[in-house]
């Protein structure tokens, strides 16, 4: 641990950037030293053999979990296994370590880490997610045994073979125990199709600071399809409104159809699998949304495949924990509620809370349902005994898929009790809405 520890000190020292060394493939001199920056990518750096990174998010490895959000994945984990839902990790590592023989040796700036200490720290949050009861295979280790390249040289994302070597390890994961048994199990095959082009989103910014034409990337597209002559009883693509038995959840690794990870996962598991994955959403839209929704309320599936890329600032997300959470947790019934209010969300709802109740942090929250799920946005208003007070605006416009449904879990960081909760909402016409105060059971509390 005095190592880990070490790390942690390198990592606060400084960002680990890289920049376009004498091998680099195409003439970039506004790229050079990554001093130019880019809204959609931040600062991008070339390496070597055509390869491109971003500097913060495939260079700098910062990622690490906090006790706190160690504890709110704990508490997912049990809150999902009490469902009868497995919950595993796809922690896909950074493209600086998986490359890192595209990162020159010469460079002026370059990862603070070395390999190995990257390699160590990436266990590490493998480990501390183990401790939870999820589970998260080493996606480093089987990237490393592909001989071909797991990421991409222009474009964030993994390649096709990336995706499948991730779909092995999570589907050796999901057969370690029995969470495959009496699943109904179909004969599913992928095929190769034809060679296809990429020029994504980031070759496109690239080219933005280049002289030289940035070229597209060719690469093997597949496609996965059951082979038995029951295909339309599957639902391998169907829509993920409908219930199954493996769900994913992720980002535009998982969502974007020619990467096929869905359809790999498929194949290993010989099972349906819905993709809950949304591009552009961050590692919470994506939970958030289906933990949300009527169809996991309604039939919580046999194991979740949530992939996550470690970049993220899992450790800082605590406020998306929260929502997560509670939402995993599901609403309470109308006669188990601490208090309660309906009506017409044009005025603010309240319900008051006697201090006496006890409501307070971990193990109670706010639950709101519209009748109106174009109405994407709502403010919940906490008062506590103390005087203390909590907004937070809830906005779901964005990149979600919304049903009227929102959860909060009051702050870990307030230990007064809660007086009241108000809820209001920008609209000018009338939308039936419901508020519940809701307790958790004392295992999902924290620990």
Known sequence: ??????????LLAGLCVLFAGPAAAYECAQLQDGEQPTEEYGRIVQGNDG??????ADLTWRFYLGAEAQDYIRRLHTTLDEKGTRLVFAMVPPRGLVEYEHVPDSAAYKPILTPSEGRELYDDFLKRVAATGAHAPNLLASASDLSVPFFFKRDHHWTPDGARQTAIAVAREL???????????????????????????????????????????????????QQASNAEDLGLFDDPSDGAEIVLLGTSFSDVRIFNFDGFLSEELGV????????GGGFANSPISYFSSKVFAEAPPDAIVWELPVYYDVSGSLLEFRQI???????????????????????????KIDPAQQVSGIGSYVYVSLDD??????????????????SVPIDRSGRFDHE????????????????????????????????????????????
């Open 175 to 225: 057969r370690a125990d029995d969470t495959l048994a009496g699943l109904d199990s179909f004969q599913i095959e992928t095929q190769s199709t034809a060679a296809q082009e990429l020029k994504g989103g980031m070759a496109r910014v690239i080219s933005r600071f280049c002289s030289d034409v940035i070229p597209a990337e060719t690469f093997t597209a597949y496609e996965t399809a």
């Open 51 to 56: 390869w491109f990174f971003r500097t913060a």
């Open 272 to 279: 349906t699998v819905a993709n809950h994955a949304i591009s």
């Open 373 to 390: 799920a174009t109405q994407t946005a709502v403010q919940i208003d906490v008062a506590y005994e103390d005087g203390d007070f909590e």
């Open 325 to 351: 959470l509670a939402a995993a947790i599901g609403a309470c019934a109308p006669d188990d509620a601490v208090a309660a209010a309906s009506g017409d969300i044009t005025e603010p709802l309240e319900a």
């Open 404 to 447: 009227g449904k929102f959860f909060l879990e009051f702050s870990p960081d307030i230990a007064a009790s809660v007086t009241g909760v108000r809820v209001s909402a920008e609209t000018s016409h009338p939308i039936a809405a419901d508020l519940r105060i809701c307790r958790t059971k004392p295992h999902q509390q924290a620990g």
């Open 1 to 10: 641990m005095a190592m880990l520890g070490d790390l942690k000190t390198k």
